[in-house]
């Protein structure tokens, strides 16, 4: 899992029918300081995220385990909104 921000979105209107009707968002991985990563990632949406919002993206198989994607083709889908983090150092 990673925590991610929304940036943006993809419109494509052409694609898989197993993706009909689901919204595609770019998000940006966060360093442990809130700070931008680096890369980008498209995620399917099964929560509902918003512009901007901290989210919780997993990839890969576990990807298609999230709520309505099995047998779908992602690779990235978002499945929660952060609300806090909290993180103690060394």
Same mark, same amino acid.
């Given at each position: 899992?990673?925590?991610?921000?929304?940036?943006?979105?993809?419109?494509?209107?052409?694609?898989?029918?197993?993706?009909?009707?689901?919204?595609?968002?770019?998000?940006?991985?966060?360093?442990?300081?809130?700070?931008?990563?680096?890369?980008?990632?498209? +995620?399917?949406?099964?929560?509902? +995220?918003?512009?901007?919002?901290?989210?919780?993206?997993?990839?890969?198989?576990?990807?298609?385990? +999230?709520?309505?994607?099995?047998?779908?083709?992602? =690779? +990235?889908?978002?499945?929660?909104?952060?609300?806090?983090?909290?993180?103690?150092? =060394?």
């Amino acid at each position: 899992m990673i925590i991610a921000r929304i940036l943006g979105t993809v419109v494509s209107t052409q694609k898989d029918p197993k993706l009909e009707g689901r919204k595609l968002l770019i998000v940006r991985p966060l360093n442990l300081d809130g700070s931008d990563g680096s890369g980008y990632l498209v +995620a399917v949406d099964t929560v509902g +995220a918003g512009f901007h919002e901290r989210v919780l993206v997993v990839s890969g198989s576990s990807a298609r385990l +999230a709520q309505g994607m099995k047998d779908t083709p992602v =690779d +990235a889908a978002i499945i929660g909104v952060v609300d806090t983090v909290d993180f103690i150092a =060394d």
